[in-house]
């Protein structure tokens, strides 16, 4: 949802963090395609249930090499050029010299790593978005699954993070999933193995190279063990951070009714959230700073499937775990930034009285959920954060919110 955002409001937007997702219209309207060729959700319960893995495996359409990821993404790119055409998301152009964060963890089963080279390949290659490379940093081996990644730093007491367990330990129960996982002492223990961390170079004579001339880019992915701030440090640049970060108390955390952000829009807000399958409740953290009338940056934090609505479920808590405990809002208190985190939910509709989204996704399939042209500025998620967008800026119309 990030990069269909991104896409649709580039002229607006600085950058963007991508984690574990696919290209634009990966999907091309198609629910089967999203769960086939976008994701492996369809081979993972195939195997789940125990039926033959020949069959299993014939639902893993996503791209298996290069080749096949380049024109996944030429026909990604393809679409994007037809909506610029029609006037339906922003020129192009707009994503031009725009800084992009892509990571694809290395034991990620859901989202595989054809997927997200096609979202590379959509930013980088020169008859696409032709980014320059060092605008885009691609985390291609960091040892996680299919998760936020964070270190320890203001770390909830309990098993709200997960711990980062790898094959062949299991991974853990879904319904207590929060996919967020504390991954500090996993980068810890891969850096000691592959001799990322070097001594200090020798009084004399030739030091070996550290680290290895193999190991160079493994080592570098480890460092993003804090994944929000990497992306932050992508997008809004080492200087605009150099507050550091400074723990946050989860209760700083506000929630807001996600009606008002539909009134502004429609004449049945109730109607039109549930819709679009969002949550009655979204959430935003904003520094006292920003609140006091500093000069503030706006940064959109989209969480994952299942992740989104009340998932907090611990004993006198609720609210969003993602938003409280993703990594953003320590750097967000230290550096001036606001973060809103648009929510949405499971919604167990049926196909002939949709949104169908049981796993509680963005919308990036549109079929039986909000239907064509979600992945446009006319989408019914993306007009609710881009008025959110428009709010928090105190009203002016920075985003186009195109009518029904």
Request: proline share 6%; hydrophobic share 40%; glycine share 8%.
């Amino acid at each position: 949802m990030a990069h269909q955002f991104h896409v649709a409001h580039s002229e607006h937007i600085m950058g963007v963090g991508v984690v574990a997702g696919g290209p634009y219209y990966c999907s091309a309207g198609s629910i089967l395609d999203a769960v086939t060729k976008c994701s492996q959700f369809v081979m993972l319960e195939c195997r789940q249930l125990g039926l033959d893995a020949k069959l299993c495996g014939k639902t893993d359409r996503a791209p298996k090499n290069g080749q096949e990821a380049r024109r996944v993404a030429a026909a990604s790119f393809a679409e994007a050029k037809t909506q610029e055409a029609a006037g339906r998301i922003s020129k192009l152009a707009g994503l031009k010299g725009d800084q992009v964060y892509l990571i694809s963890a290395e034991y990620d089963a859901i989202v595989p790593h054809g997927v997200m080279d096609a979202v590379f390949h959509f930013y980088a290659d020169a008859d696409k978005a032709a980014i320059d490379a060092g605008h885009i940093a691609y985390n291609r081996s960091f040892p996680a699954r299919h998760t936020m990644v964070r270190d320890a730093f203001n770390k909830p007491v309990g098993d709200v993070v997960g711990n980062c367990a790898l094959p062949p330990a299991a991974p853990p129960p879904t319904e207590r999933n929060a996919f967020i996982d504390d991954c500090e002492a996993v980068a810890r223990q891969r850096q000691a193995r592959d001799q990322c961390i070097c001594p200090p170079a020798a009084a004399a004579g030739a030091p070996a190279v550290c680290p290895p001339a193999g190991k160079q880019a493994a080592c570098k992915d480890l460092q993003d063990v804090d994944l929000a701030g990497a992306i932050l440090r992508r997008i809004y640049g080492v200087e605009a951070l150099k507050g550091g970060r400074v723990a946050v108390a989860e209760s700083e955390v506000k929630a807001f009714d996600q009606r008002s952000v539909f009134s502004k829009f429609s004449d049945i807000p109730y109607s039109e959230l549930q819709n679009a399958s969002m949550a009655r409740e979204g959430y935003v953290f904003i520094p006292k700073s920003c609140t006091d009338g500093r000069k503030c940056r706006l940064h959109v934090a989209f969480h994952g499937c299942l992740q989104g609505g009340l998932t907090d479920r611990r004993s006198g808590q609720s609210g969003n775990l993602f938003a409280k405990f993703a990594g953003y809002n320590e750097w967000a208190q230290a550096n001036d930034i606001v973060v809103v985190y648009p929510q949405v939910q499971v919604r167990n509709g049926t196909l002939a009285s949709p949104p169908v989204n049981p796993q509680g996704c963005w919308d990036w399939w549109g079929q039986y959920y909000t239907h064509a042209g979600y992945h446009t500025q006319a989408g019914k998620q993306i007009r609710a954060v881009a008025q959110m967008i428009n709010t928090l800026a105190g009203g002016r119309q920075l985003l186009p919110v195109p009518a029904k």
